[in-house]
């Protein structure tokens, strides 16, 4: 039910992820799952994603579905953005569902909202012809927001709607209901297409080959490491106890994904030295992470060894 990197390809065919096939459809946001539920229920031969940032969430909403005896739910933990653009094959998308996403209220936050124009771009190359995003919240700013930038495309013909009453039962619209809030709905079926998005391209798992004896890790401090679409911070070093080997705990930001990695640093069997990524936290090959091994690499030569082979 949870997906795992090893489930994924960049796109999946969603056959593969199911077992079969059927309209498949996402749900950004999903909070504690209950909308899921009942989707899933009225509409069983639906192949439902649904994607959530928040692991607490996660946690809560795959129990739910546990519980519940939902089986045509995948969950992935992660951005919405990230799984329409890099999981969701071009023009298989049937629906997608936002129900009360965060508002970003303050205008030097609108950046984190979900529904810019570019996510509509994106969204048109992959919503099937007459494929519709289904959005309802209680925030007539982010509402009037969303409108503007999708009907900025002129990919989408736009309906304000009431709400449909199962967006009337999540958890977050029970609260603004109970505060009398009004609340927004609106249909954004795609008319049109931007141009191709193609997903992020994997790059192979790469790695280095180093000769000379690890440092002392007393000179270690964060390294901070940028490049052309985001940020590699190798935060800490540690020795492992009774082994000659280095571990350089990191993180990758590439803006809507964000992996915490192991990179190693141990001796190989041709006496020198491997520079790679532990599979410990099943991380996606991005090109984030092949630059956070640049950047350990990069480290280890300005401690004195000598880089023998660059694999990235
Ligand atoms: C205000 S809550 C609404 C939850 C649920 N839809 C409801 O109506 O009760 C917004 C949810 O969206 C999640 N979220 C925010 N941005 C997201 C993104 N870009 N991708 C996936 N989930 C996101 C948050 O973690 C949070 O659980």
């Known amino acids: 039910m949870l997906l795992t990197s090893a489930d994924l390809r960049f796109p999946t065919p969603p056959e593969q992820l199911f077992g079969r096939k059927g309209p498949l459809v996402v749900e950004v ?47 992935y933990k992660g951005n919405g953005s990230f799984l329409v653009r890099n999981i969701v ?68 013909r736009i309906e304000q709607k009431p709400p449909p009453p199962p967006t009337l039962q999540t958890k977050y619209a029970q609260k603004w209901l109970a505060q009398d809030k009004p609340i927004y709905h609106a249909v954004f079926t795609r008319l049109a297409e931007a141009a191709p998005h193609p997903p992020d391209p994997l790059v192979p798992m790469h790695h280095a080959r180093l000769s000379g004896p690890l440092p002392a890790l007393d000179a270690f401090t964060k390294l901070v490491h940028r490049f052309d679409g985001g940020t590699a911070v190798v935060l800490e070093a540690f020795r492992r106890v009774g082994r000659d080997e280095v571990v350089f705990v990191t993180q990758v930001d590439e803006g809507d994904l964000i992996q915490d990695l192991l990179i190693e640093a141990r001796p190989d069997a041709d006496g020198g030295l491997f520079v790679g990524v532990k599979r410990f936290g099943d991380p996606l090959p991005t090109r984030g992470v092949r630059e956070a091994v640049h950047c350990v690499t990069e480290w280890l030569a300005a401690q004195g060894l000598t880089v023998v082979d660059r694999r990235y």
């Open 29 to 75: 946001g999903f909070g504690d799952g209950r909308f899921t539920a009942g989707l899933a229920r009225r509409h069983p031969d639906w192949n439902i994603i649904g994607v959530e940032v928040s692991a607490a969430s996660v946690k809560r909403a795959r129990s739910r579905f546990l519980r519940e005896g939902i089986t045509n739910v995948r969950i």
């Open 89 to 156: 094959p071009a023009g298989r998308l049937h629906r997608v569902y936002v129900n009360f996403p965060d508002p970003w209220p303050r205008k030097k936050h609108h950046a984190n909202r979900l529904l810019r124009r570019p996510f509509f771009a994106l969204l048109s190359t992959r919503l099937e012809p007459d494929g519709a995003l289904w959005l309802t919240t209680d925030h007539e700013a982010y509402f009037r927001f969303a409108l503007e930038e999708a009907r900025s495309t002129g990919l989408y």
